[in-house]
């Protein structure tokens, strides 16, 4: 599987943008998919993860409320919808994807990665 993020950019505080993660090669509907983050200096951090039903969606507590993850099987594709940003969600983005997600907050539980996307917020 390989994965593609787009959608990032510059938004002032409290403006939104829409983040995509289009998969290719396989089919993406077997998967768990998720976004996470990194900042500069931090270490990459969990945001959102939806699993392959759709039924069943994951947010930090940071981003809950504002955030919301979805996804398109027959365009297999994932999006994060994200409003009311801070700055403190500037980051490099990436989505992910797995099979056997246990644990939906570990990076080392998904298999395929896309490359990051960057979000900047001014304020």
């Known amino acids: 599987v390989q994965l593609q993020a787009s959608g990032g950019g510059l938004v002032q505080a409290g403006g939104s943008l829409r983040l995509s993660c289009a998969a290719s090669?396989?089919?993406?509907?077997?998967?768990?998919a998720a976004w996470l983050r990194q900042a500069p200096g931090k270490e990459r951090e969990f945001v959102a993860a939806?699993?392959?039903?759709?039924?069943?969606?994951y947010y930090a507590d940071s981003v809950k409320g504002r955030f919301t993850i979805s996804r398109d099987n027959a365009k297999n594709t994932v999006y994060l919808q994200m409003n009311s940003l801070k700055p403190e969600d500037a980051a490099v983005y990436s989505c992910?994807?797995?099979?056997?997600?246990?644990?939906?907050?570990?990076?080392?539980?998904?298999?395929?990665w896309g490359q990051g996307t960057l979000v900047t917020v001014s304020s």
């Open positions: 090669g396989r089919t993406f509907s077997n998967y768990v």
């Open positions: 939806i699993t392959w039903s759709n039924t069943s969606t």
């Open positions: 992910a994807a797995g099979v056997r997600v246990r644990t939906v907050t570990i990076s080392n539980q998904y298999d395929y």
